[in-house]
């Protein structure tokens, strides 16, 4: 059987042929021997332990796939198999090198103690498979956070912003948080005095979001170090997204399949709350022309983008840099496309 050797990846390329052939004598050989071999590989990891989680707490992992094929996925449905998760995914098809995520969420309200899910996810583009990804987690029935998390909401590139909560603890006058771990510089902790009553141990718990923080989704979590060896460190989810001074539509720029020396021509919109100037546009690549003006300050630019397939079958991804006068970084995008000698 042959597999994903022969898959066209971003580090590195076969002809466009070869990458047709093997594809098609994947599709060919038996439901046994290959039917989600293709579909498996596209996934970065199949299983996501949680640890320990509080209950009522927010806990999400993103499976993420990318399609390294010269052919469309489509993911028709995904399903969990009990209750105590649910799942979604994000974008259902795939063009060449496009990622998409299965977002499993866990059901910490309702459920306790040790609890283990398989999600399927059923591709029937280009070919029907299935894919199985395992979550398994524990929750604390004596851990309680108000609200289930931080969230942020949509930030302001630049502004601060703070979000407070509450951990209680049940059954243990002397259980106490230790620490608090972030894995990003740019949020700072402030873990308040205890409150005890009886048995019941409260905390509030304030993070706060820099000025300094980058463009894009939070998407991380806190660890709370506590004194209990049964549940050392339990995770506080942090979500929200700080909006970018500058953005550009679409996110990332899809260019199609086109064969070698093929031009195309798409438009960058690129918009802020004020005006401002385009300084620049650069690439690592000379495949693309970029038309702007430098002279007029507006909140929208319309920029055409002209790029020529090289001479090369396979993958391109390269990394389109605008750099504006109202920010010191540029905002940047990723183009992608696939060159395809049979391309129509």
Same mark, same amino acid.
């Given at each position: ?42 996934? =970065?990891?199949?299983?996501? #332990? ?7 707490? $927010? ?9 390294? +094929? ?30 998409? =995520? ?5 059901? *910490? !309200? ?5 609890? *283990? ?10 070919? +029907?498979? !299935?894919?199985?990804? $395992?979550?398994?987690? +524990? /929750? ?10 931080? #969230? ?7 502004? =601060? ?26 949020? !700072? ?67 199609? *399949? ?7 021509? $798409? ?10 100037? /385009? ?9 693309? #022309? ?41 905002? =940047?995008? /990723? ?10």
């Amino acid at each position: 059987m042959i597999r994903s050797q022969f898959r066209p990846t971003l580090a590195g390329v076969l002809p466009a042929g070869v990458l047709r052939l093997a594809l098609a004598m994947t599709l060919l050989c038996g439901a046994r021997a290959g039917a989600a071999d293709w579909a498996r590989d596209m996934f =970065e990891v199949v299983q996501h #332990d949680f640890g320990t989680v509080a209950v009522g707490a $927010k806990a999400e992992f993103a499976f993420k796939f990318t399609n390294n +094929y010269l052919y469309e996925v489509h993911v028709a449905r995904v399903r969990s198999s009990c209750g105590c998760s649910d799942v979604r995914v994000t974008q259902d098809t795939l063009a060449t090198y496009e990622s998409g =995520e299965v977002v499993a969420s866990i059901n *910490s !309200e309702r459920l306790r103690g040790d609890q *283990s899910s398989t999600l399927t996810v059923i591709f029937d583009k280009p070919r +029907y498979a !299935e894919v199985q990804l $395992k979550v398994t987690v +524990y /929750i604390r029935g004596d851990i309680l956070l108000e609200p289930s998390g931080f #969230d942020f909401g949509e930030v302001e590139q630049g502004a =601060e912003a703070s979000r407070t909560l509450t951990v209680t603890h049940f059954g243990n006058a002397d259980w106490r948080i230790v620490d608090v771990l972030s894995n990003t510089e740019h949020l !700072e902790c402030e873990l308040g005095e205890p409150v005890r009553s009886g048995s019941r141990v409260s905390y509030p718990l304030t993070t706060r979001l820099d000025a300094s923080g980058p463009a894009g989704s939070l998407g991380t979590q806190l660890l709370l170090v506590t004194n209990d060896s049964r549940a050392e460190k339990i995770p506080v989810m942090v979500e929200g997204r700080v909006r970018p001074l500058v953005s550009v539509a679409p996110a990332s720029l899809y260019l199609g *399949s086109l064969r070698p020396g093929q031009s195309i021509s $798409k438009r960058l919109v690129v918009r802020a709350p004020k005006p401002f100037h /385009i300084q620049e546009i650069s690439t690592d690549c000379d495949c693309f #022309d970029f038309a702007y003006a430098t002279r007029d300050a507006k909140t929208l630019h319309l920029v055409p983008v002209k790029f020529t397939a090289g001479d090369t079958a396979g993958g391109v991804k390269r990394m389109i840099r605008i750099k504006t006068d109202l920010n010191d970084s540029p905002t =940047e995008i /990723i183009a992608l496309a696939a060159i395809d000698d049979q391309a129509k």
